[in-house]
């Protein structure tokens, strides 16, 4: 018999919810040069961070219960407080990936405050990459506008926006018969000479 109680309840949820709109990050990192065409890659990602170790175990039984994949990094922050004693250890958690950015994201947008455009514009973005037959096609103009939009949102202090040229590649996935061919050629040529 199935168990009629939720997963995880709404002081649970909303609590997160509260907790992502202050520590958490909405986030499309773009590598302007990935792969063997060097064009851009965008890589979804949800990142939260503290340093209370009961925190983090609350947001890991949350996630394990609402089935969302996630990665732990503990780590001591670089540098010294103000009185002279090192930063305590902190923890970071990642959520990366597309079917798991997916499955975070429309969990929680629906509950947010302050991070909800962010995370609405990770939704477009991922449902427009859902909307390619092939997983390989190459980032459009639109996919990439939604990456600087993004960066934009998430620019703080004296961070600058993307001045690097960004270069689509607009060849369909994999290569293409004529490329296929040309390889087994020179593949060929090295094994069998003329």
């Not at 175990?57 to 996630?70: C, M």
């Not at 960004?166 to 060929?188: D, F």
Request: aromatic share 10%; glycine share 8%.
């Amino acid at each position: 018999m199935d168990n009629p109680q939720p997963k995880v309840s709404e002081i649970e949820y909303g609590w997160f919810a509260g907790f992502f709109d202050g520590e958490g990050s909405v986030i499309l990192s773009i590598r302007a040069k990935a792969g063997k065409n060097e064009s851009p890659k965008i890589q979804p990602n949800a990142k939260i961070s503290g340093t209370d170790a009961l925190s983090l175990e609350v947001i890991a039984s949350i996630f394990e219960r609402a089935e969302i994949g996630f990665h732990v990094v503990w780590f001591r922050p670089k540098g010294f407080m103000r009185n002279g004693n090192k930063y305590k250890m902190a923890w970071d958690i990642t959520i990366a990936g597309h079917k798991r950015c997916r499955r975070f994201y429309r969990w929680i947008t629906p509950v947010l405050k302050t991070k909800r455009e962010r995370a609405e514009l990770m939704i477009d973005y991922l449902n427009a990459r859902e909307s390619h037959s092939d997983f390989r096609t190459p980032i459009t103009e639109n996919e990439l506008r939604i990456a600087l939009h993004m960066r934009v949102l998430n620019l703080k202090g004296k961070a600058q926006p993307y001045q690097t040229a960004l270069k689509l590649n607009t060849e369909r996935p994999g290569a293409s018969h004529e490329k296929l061919s040309e390889n087994g050629k020179k593949g060929a040529l090295a094994r069998w000479g003329n």
